[in-house]
Nanobody, 127 residues
Framework: QAQLVESGGGSVQAGGSLRLSCATTGYNYGRYCMGWFRQAPGKEREVVATINTRNGGTTYDDSVKGRFTLSQDNAKNTLYLQMNSLKPEDTAMYYC????????????????????WGQGTQVTVSS
């Protein structure tokens, strides 16, 4: 049974930084796409960034480009999201997810493509 567990969320002031972690177990981490998504109160869940865990290829939503950085530790089956220059509009519950049906090409930005999800970690940015 695949499990994804997020950690690292918290409350920071605007301009601050946080590093989220997504520890995975129960499947072959280095074969599929993974993504970070977020959902603010009253809003739909949206993609933040994706990574092809085979080759490290990443994509970022325009709203976080230049501020957020994905990285991974394949030995620990863990995905990270370094978030710098945080803004109040980054406030949301952040989720990591795995697309275990991925075979090749670019990682999808569609939520429905991701079949395993963590429980989320809250990020709150105050102005």
């Amino acid at each position: 049974q695949a499990q994804l567990v997020e950690s690292g969320g918290g409350s920071v002031q605007a301009g601050g930084s946080l590093r989220l972690s997504c520890a995975t177990t129960g499947y072959n981490y280095g074969r599929y796409c993974m993504g970070w998504f977020r959902q603010a109160p009253g809003k739909e869940r949206e993609v933040v960034a994706t990574i092809n865990t085979r080759n490290g290829g990443t994509t970022y939503d325009d709203s976080v480009k230049g501020r957020f950085t994905l990285s991974q530790d394949n030995a620990k089956n863990t995905l990270y999201l370094q978030m710098n220059s945080l803004k109040p509009e980054d406030t949301a519950m952040y989720y990591c997810a795995a697309d275990r049906r991925f075979t090749s090409g670019l990682c999808s930005r569609e939520l429905g493509k991701y079949d395993y999800w963590g429980q989320g970690t809250q990020v709150t940015v105050s102005s």
